[in-house]
């Protein structure tokens, strides 16, 4: 795409999300408000197997992780960046996924396999998921201050199956959760898993699944705490 193309794009983006009044605005807000929830909470939490304590926890980790999601777009589109939109765009689809965000979930699949093709999104098609990005995060919020969803901790002694190689591959999966590297932290959490044993470890796999990476590098801190293993400075709070 041309420099030109990209600007012209940017431009256009800013004006509908700045003045809401174009078509593509207008008729996603029409929608909204006709429309179901944009969260399915009750198919979400059943899927997932998991309480509302927990599933709160997942819409709070969301709404901080893609808060800023209108400011990305906007840089990634002015530096022609489309490795990071798509990137993003896979992450997203994952995650409003779990959370039960249908609509949203297959916005961000057409724009993740549009990106895959070496093409820029138009901003209309961006206008519009970003127009359903904040209803579900509206939606969200709305949930997680009506519930009370308070931190759990480790309910059971862990058990260390292998301790060759434990170290390194905690410390592995504490980066690639800090960095949001999907393929590592999946690679990675399948060796700790057959290193180490516990309740810890399974809510640790649920929170991934769940993309709560937050989250769970907030309960691999305590289980590396537990086994008296000293993460590294540069993911330290």
Do not use: W
């Not at 993309?211 to 537990?226: N, P, V």
Request: aromatic residues 4%.
């Amino acid at each position: 795409m041309s420099k030109n193309k990209v600007l012209e794009v940017l431009s256009g983006l800013r004006k509908k999300i700045a003045n809401g009044t174009s078509t593509e605005i207008s008729s996603v807000h029409a929608r909204s408000e006709v429309r179901s929830p944009a969260l399915d909470v009750e198919s979400a939490v059943r899927k997932l197997g998991v309480n509302g304590t927990i599933y709160c926890k997942v819409l709070r980790a969301f709404c901080k992780d893609y808060k800023e999601m209108e400011a990305e777009f906007f840089k990634a589109i002015a530096t022609e960046d489309l490795d990071g939109i798509q990137k993003r765009m896979h992450s997203l689809k994952g995650s409003s996924a779990t959370l039960g965000a249908e609509d949203l979930c297959n916005m961000a699949s057409k724009l993740d396999l549009l990106c895959r093709e070496k093409q820029f999104p138009v901003a209309g098609q961006i206008a519009e998921l970003l127009a359903e990005l904040q209803s579900v995060i509206r939606e969200a919020e709305q949930i997680v201050s009506e519930g009370h969803s308070e931190p759990e901790e480790c309910a059971e002694i862990l058990a260390v199956i292998s301790a060759t190689g434990l170290e390194e591959g905690l410390q592995a999966l504490a980066v690639a959760l800090d960095e949001s590297l999907y393929d590592e932290i999946n690679s990675e959490m399948n060796k700790i898993e057959g290193k180490l044993t516990g309740s810890p470890v399974a809510n640790l796999r649920k929170m991934i699944r769940m993309y709560a990476y937050d989250d769970a590098l907030g309960l691999l801190r305590k289980i590396c705490s537990e086994l008296n293993i000293l993460l590294h400075d540069d993911i330290a709070d």
